[in-house]
């Protein structure tokens, strides 16, 4: 079982949420990883009594978004099978990249190790003023 670091970063330059992961596996999916990475983030938000701000890959519907990630108009838990649909579907979208190392990921179905210690990082492409 080795660690996986996830690393939320905009084109802008801010490096956002870093937190890692166990994974068992050595090889894994690009749409696997995504689908474990936001599944880990919706289970944590739902453990919380109370929460107000969904802080994630992806927006979650019927939320705003704020500050520190998307605020939920009423209180409920996020279903992690349809944010993971969301994520999945904002990656065929171009709305973020992934990236191992220096190397980004664009088919969903390809294969990559997990060496020891391997950092995932999650690039939200931010829109341009005035573009």
Sequence with gaps: MGMVTFVDETTSGDRGATFGL??????LTVREL??????????????RSAPQVFQGLVQPENTERVLNGY????????????????ALAAFAGNGFLVLVGDRQLTDPDEEIELALGVEVTFLKLVALVGG
């Design 22 to 27: 166990e994974i068992a596996e050595e090889r």
């Design 71 to 86: 605020a939920l108009r009423t209180p409920r838990r996020i279903d992690p099978q349809a944010q993971a649909q969301r």
């Design 34 to 47: 995504i689908r474990r990475r936001v599944f880990q983030e919706v289970a944590e938000f739902n453990a």
